[in-house]
């Protein structure tokens, strides 16, 4: 079995700064990618940023200079700074990760329960 446990999240005034983690537990060989998704009321999820187990990392145009995400592979753990933020940013947040449990198995995704983030103007 592998969890995906999210925190951080919550209500911020525009301009304001959260700050988000997930922490992947379980039976885990080893994890590739991990990154944030969001959902926002009656839109699809879009990708907000990855990054790889060697740290390379990328964002959807919106969010450039005022997100940032990182890893800490020993913690099997993805961080998301969120600056800047402005009301288009509210949504819910999904962590992601894509791992194998095994060796011999397929890399596969899981994901968080969601965090709400919610930005007032």
């Known amino acids: 079995q592998v969890q995906l446990v999210e925190s951080g999240g919550g209500l911020v005034q525009a301009g304001g700064s959260l700050s988000l983690s997930c922490t992947a537990s379980?039976?885990?060989?080893?994890?590739?990618?991990m990154g944030w998704f969001r959902q926002a009321p009656g839109k699809q999820r879009e990708l907000v940023a990855v990054i790889t187990t060697g740290g390379n990392t990328n964002y959807r145009d919106s969010v450039k200079g005022r997100f940032t995400i990182s890893r800490d592979n020993t913690e099997n753990t993805v961080y998301l700074q969120m600056n800047s933020l402005n009301p288009e940013d509210t949504a819910v947040y999904y962590c992601?990760?894509?791992?194998?449990?095994?060796?011999?198995?397929?890399?596969?995704?899981?994901w968080g329960q969601g965090t709400q983030v919610t930005v007032s103007s």
């Open positions: 992601y990760a894509d791992l194998k449990q095994y060796s011999s198995s397929w890399n596969r995704r899981y």
């Open positions: 379980g039976t885990i060989f080893s994890i590739t990618t």
